[in-house]
């Protein structure tokens, strides 16, 4: 079993993950602090905030061939289409940890998580940002390969990492627990 901080620090990435695939919107209270959530509130002005969805027009439209081309072209290596591949996969890693930052940012100030929770999260998003590197996805096999490729199509970083899986997996079992007790 996972140790209990380990396993909150997870659950609040995964909570943060979810958070980022909802739509989120923002608003300003009396104070004049900022805030964002899944709900916006009935007695102010929100705003929908627009999360970057990455870079969905990455695939570019073949340009049309000539008879003369499609005889001589060859496929292109693989190794290029590997490295657009990881390149895509690494767009979509910033732009999923900046949102997971803002969100644990805002979640913060909202009183939501505590300052050490905050803090194991910058950590742990500052640990995958360190391991995930261009590098390393072309050269990548197997597993890792595998999580690059989810990380190029937009899944995010706990989805393809696994985490998100894991923690569903860790709460349920606890909630089982708990049902089972008088």
């Given at each position: 079993?996972?140790p209990?901080?380990?396993?909150l620090?997870m659950?609040?990435?995964?909570s943060?993950?979810?958070?980022?695939l909802?739509?989120?919107?923002?608003?300003?209270?009396?104070t004049g602090?900022?805030?964002f959530?899944?709900?916006?509130?009935?007695a102010?002005?929100?705003?929908a905030?627009t999360?970057?969805p990455g870079?969905?027009?990455?695939?570019?439209a073949?340009?049309?061939?000539?008879?003369a081309?499609?005889a001589a072209?060859?496929p292109a290596p693989?190794?290029?289409?590997?490295r657009e591949?990881?390149?895509?996969?690494?767009?979509w890693?910033?732009?999923?940890?900046k949102?997971?930052r803002?969100i644990a940012?805002a979640?913060?100030s909202a009183?939501r998580?505590t300052a050490?929770?905050y803090?194991?999260?910058?950590?742990?998003?500052?640990?995958v940002e360190?391991?995930i590197?261009?590098?390393d996805?072309v050269?990548?096999s197997?597993?890792?390969?595998?999580?690059?490729e989810?990380?190029?199509?937009?899944a995010?970083?706990?989805?393809c990492?696994?985490?998100?899986?894991a923690?569903m997996?860790e709460?349920e079992g606890q909630?089982?627990q708990?049902a089972?007790?008088p």
């Amino acid at each position: 079993m996972m140790p209990a901080r380990q396993m909150l620090a997870m659950l609040v990435l995964c909570s943060l993950s979810a958070q980022a695939l909802s739509q989120v919107y923002t608003w300003v209270d009396e104070t004049g602090r900022k805030h964002f959530g899944s709900q916006p509130p009935a007695a102010q002005q929100a705003e929908a905030v627009t999360i970057k969805p990455g870079y969905a027009g990455e695939t570019r439209a073949p340009a049309p061939e000539t008879p003369a081309q499609g005889a001589a072209a060859e496929p292109a290596p693989a190794k290029a289409s590997r490295r657009e591949m990881c390149q895509s996969a690494m767009r979509w890693t910033v732009t999923d940890l900046k949102n997971l930052r803002e969100i644990a940012e805002a979640r913060k100030s909202a009183g939501r998580i505590t300052a050490a929770e905050y803090a194991q999260a910058q950590k742990n998003l500052a640990g995958v940002e360190q391991r995930i590197s261009l590098q390393d996805c072309v050269t990548s096999s197997g597993e890792d390969q595998q999580r690059y490729e989810c990380l190029s199509k937009g899944a995010g970083v706990l989805v393809c990492s696994g985490l998100m899986a894991a923690a569903m997996e860790e709460a349920e079992g606890q909630a089982r627990q708990r049902a089972r007790k008088p």
